[in-house]
């Protein structure tokens, strides 16, 4: 072989060896999972659950089934630990989820701007928030913490309830044991009021509640009726609205840059009509002339109870100190966009 033939030879040797690399290379860069893997706290049964799954069945009609998502509920893949979701996300062992500010505000600490007290009291005060530019900018540092947030959704406004007695003062919740969520600010705003708090995952809420060795909880009214909460033992319910729990729709980058540009967009246009279809199932029946949620609590035998403007009043007062101490942590600035916001509607 003379030399010109060596030379094309090891240049054919080259692109063969260079050729599977470079189809390879090409080929991860576009390859779909069979499946993706999207937690929750919970499942179909709550309106929380109801969004994932109808972001789910959009995605999968829009791309005819090329991005196919199955939910796993009760973050199943971390074991249950709520507060470790956001984590596992980024890290890629949850590719998608649907998940609550509060549980991930161990990591974001901006996210316990919806935590803060008695901040946005209704609906409206909410949508203020996060539909304006103090949304906008929580999404922003979202993105910044390591994923890619496409869309809100809505827990609800958590309200309180127990085994003991009707709540219509600070001093009706003294000595009273409340399970609460694992974000410390809710430690504080418990041990504000008297009451002795202790955290614990949604899992294991349930079976103290039953056993009496926490006697009450706070979460939305649709979660009790649906976790039918009034047969462990919860009788008490005050409406207070203290603190709203905003959702948000959520991809795993390595995830999210896998996607053709134009399945993203379908990804993210079907996560925007999931999370606007989950608030208003998240809202139906608690508020303006359809109160049928409530009514339909006050059916199973619990006492519902409606504050005052002043006794709602005295619970502002009351966790105050919690509110001024976590604004400085959340950031004074963001904090006082989100007051701005708010503000006009506000009825006392």
């Known amino acids: 072989m003379d030399r010109r033939s060596l030379l094309k030879a090891g240049a054919a040797g080259s692109i063969a060896l260079a050729a599977p690399f470079v189809i390879r290379g090409a080929h991860a860069q576009g390859k779909y999972k069979e499946e993706y893997r999207l937690s929750t706290v919970v499942g179909t049964a709550f309106p929380w659950g109801k969004g994932a799954d109808l972001w789910i069945n959009l995605v999968r009609e829009r791309t005819q089934g090329r991005i196919h998502i199955k ?10 630990d709520q507060t470790r979701e956001f984590s596992a996300i980024r890290q890629g062992v949850i590719d998608m989820a649907v998940g609550s500010t509060i ?20 609906h409206a005060g909410l949508d203020a928030v996060v539909q304006g530019e103090v949304g906008k900018r929580i999404m922003q540092i979202v993105e910044k913490a390591g994923v890619v947030p496409l869309a809100w959704g809505e827990n609800g406004f958590r309200e309180v309830t127990n085994s003991k007695r009707e709540i219509r003062s600070p001093d009706d919740m003294k000595g009273l044991k409340f399970r609460v969520v694992g974000s410390p ?13 202790t955290q ?14 926490v006697e009450g909880q706070e979460n939305p ?3 009790f009726a649906a976790a039918k909460l009034h047969t462990l033992a919860q009788k008490f319910v005050t ?20 996607w053709t540009p134009a399945d993203r967009e379908i990804v993210r246009a079907a996560a925007v009509d999931a999370g606007r279809q989950e608030i208003a199932i998240a809202r139906k029946g608690l508020s303006g002339t359809d109160l049928s949620l409530v009514k339909e609590v006050e059916a199973l035998g619990v006492k519902v109870t409606e504050l005052s403007a002043a006794e709602l009043k005295a619970f502002e007062v009351a966790t105050k100190p919690v509110y001024d101490k976590w604004a400085k942590q959340i950031g004074i600035d963001l904090v006082k966009k989100a007051e701005a916001a708010v503000a006009p509607t506000r009825k006392g």
């Open 71 to 80: 939910m796993y509920p009760g973050v199943s893949l971390i074991n249950g």
């Open 103 to 122: 549980n991930w505000s161990p990591q974001i600490k901006e996210l316990n701007l919806f935590s803060l007290p008695f901040l946005t009291r209704n």
């Open 185 to 197: 600010i809710f430690n504080d705003t418990f041990t504000a009021l008297g009451a002795n708090p």
């Open 200 to 213: 614990m995952s949604w899992a294991d809420a349930q079976p103290a509640l039953a056993s009496g060795a």
């Open 221 to 223: 009214l649709h979660v």
């Open 239 to 258: 409406r207070w609205g203290y603190v709203a729990d905003p959702l948000i729709f959520v991809v795993n980058r390595d995830i999210w840059n896998s």
